[in-house]
């Protein structure tokens, strides 16, 4: 079976602090996909980034960082320099392809809050 | 623009009173799916559709059904709705593969008394 767990359930730091949230996964298959999705107080779910499971190569995007360790099954997200509009619902999910249907496995979510 | 357009973004309704909630997208996806997000649960998946007039139950699928008629529309009806449909529903689609980023409605508050 597919699973995916988010551990922390809520994070709460100081503005410009480091934050990482994890994100650690579970599947028989060779070949999968995962993703972030961040869902702010607006309530509208926004893709983040994808990553395949032949590609362990890490990813920076501004302020953003994705580690993705085959290893460990894991493929978490670090937020650089957090700012208050960083405050959202965080997903990580991983996606398969079975016999022509693509099926979204979601973590539990972490509530991340940034105080000024 | 390209969006997937959920209506109602909000509905309080009573114990089995039949309801429709719409999803349509302008991308010419063929792949389209309903979720309920619910406190702990993360987002779990109702039903899906692979393209016009093919569809498949998803984790969650009791109490819900889908149709789709026409590409670009994918409604979620609750016959019988009853409160633990209780939920935030968000409809999604994409291009057919496993590596291709969902894009999702802006999701309906359902609440069901």
């Known amino acids: 079976a597919q699973k995916v767990t988010q551990a922390q359930t809520e994070i709460s730091v100081v503005e410009k602090e480091d934050v990482t949230l994890d994100c650690v996964y579970e599947t028989r298959d060779t070949t999968y996909y995962l993703f972030w999705y961040k869902q702010p107080p607006s309530g509208e779910l926004v893709f983040l980034i994808r990553?395949?499971?032949?590609?362990?190569q890490n990813e920076i995007s501004g302020r953003y960082s994705w580690n993705f360790q085959k290893s460990t099954s894991s493929f978490n997200f670090t937020i650089t320099a957090s700012q208050v509009v960083d405050s959202a619902v965080y997903f990580c999910?991983?996606?398969?392809?079975?016999?022509?249907?693509?099926?979204?496995?979601f973590g539990q979510g972490t509530r991340l809050t940034i105080n000024p | 623009e390209a969006q997937v357009t959920q209506n109602p973004r909000y509905l309080i309704t009573v114990t089995g009173k039949k309801l429709t909630v719409t999803c349509s997208q302008n991308m010419n996806h063929e792949y389209m799916s309903w979720y309920r997000q619910d406190p702990g649960l993360g987002l779990r998946q109702i039903y899906y559709?692979?393209?016009?007039?093919?569809?498949d139950k998803g984790d969650v699928p009791e109490g819900y059904k889908v149709s789709r008629k026409e590409k670009r529309n994918f409604p979620l009806i609750l016959e019988s709705p009853s409160p633990n449909q209780t939920s935030l529903y968000f409809c999604?689609?994409?291009?057919?593969?496993?590596?291709?980023?969902?894009?999702f409605g802006q999701g309906t508050r359902l609440t069901v008394v």
């Open positions: 999910a991983l996606t398969r392809w079975f016999q022509g249907a693509q099926k979204l496995v």
């Open positions: 990553r395949n499971s032949f590609d362990e």
């Open positions: 999604a689609s994409s291009l057919s593969g496993p590596n291709t980023e969902a894009f």
């Open positions: 559709s692979m393209n016009v007039e093919v569809t």
